[in-house]
């Protein structure tokens, strides 16, 4: 089993940056693709942003293009966001998520990612 844990969210205004960090815990997540995605009250979870373990490839929301970074340090099994420019529509609660091997590349589908964290609250005021 993986639990992940979420850390980093908080109140910033509009324009600012905060970093999410996802620690893996149970076992070693180097061979997970990981992705982080977002949910408002009403809305679907939606799809932000994810990483492979085969070749580090990213894929990103178009609405977080060119604002949002994702990476991975498999040494302390933990993922990060980084987001910039932040927009009042980033309001969200951002939750990490795994997938374990086959997969090898980048999913946006929830479904395909078995493991989930508990949410970390983003806030962004205008």
């Known amino acids: 089993q993986v639990q992940l844990a979420e850390s980093g969210g908080g109140l910033v205004q509009a324009g600012g940056s905060l970093r999410l960090s996802c620690a893996a815990s149970g076992r070693t997540v180097s061979r997970y693709t990981m992705g982080w995605f977002r949910q408002t009250p009403g809305k679907e979870r939606e799809f932000v942003s994810a990483?492979?373990?085969?070749?580090?490839?990213?894929y990103y929301a178009d609405s977080v293009k060119g604002r949002f970074t994702i990476s991975r340090n498999n040494a302390k099994n933990t993922v990060y966001l980084q987001m910039n420019s932040l927009k009042p529509e980033d309001t969200a609660v951002y939750y990490c998520?795994?997938?374990?091997?086959?997969?090898?590349?980048?999913?946006?589908?929830?479904?395909?990612?078995?493991?989930w964290g508990q949410g970390t609250q983003v806030t962004v005021s205008s």
């Open positions: 990483i492979s373990w085969s070749d580090s490839s990213t």
């Open positions: 998520a795994a997938a374990p091997p086959p997969l090898t590349g980048v999913s946006t589908r929830p479904n395909v990612y078995a493991y």
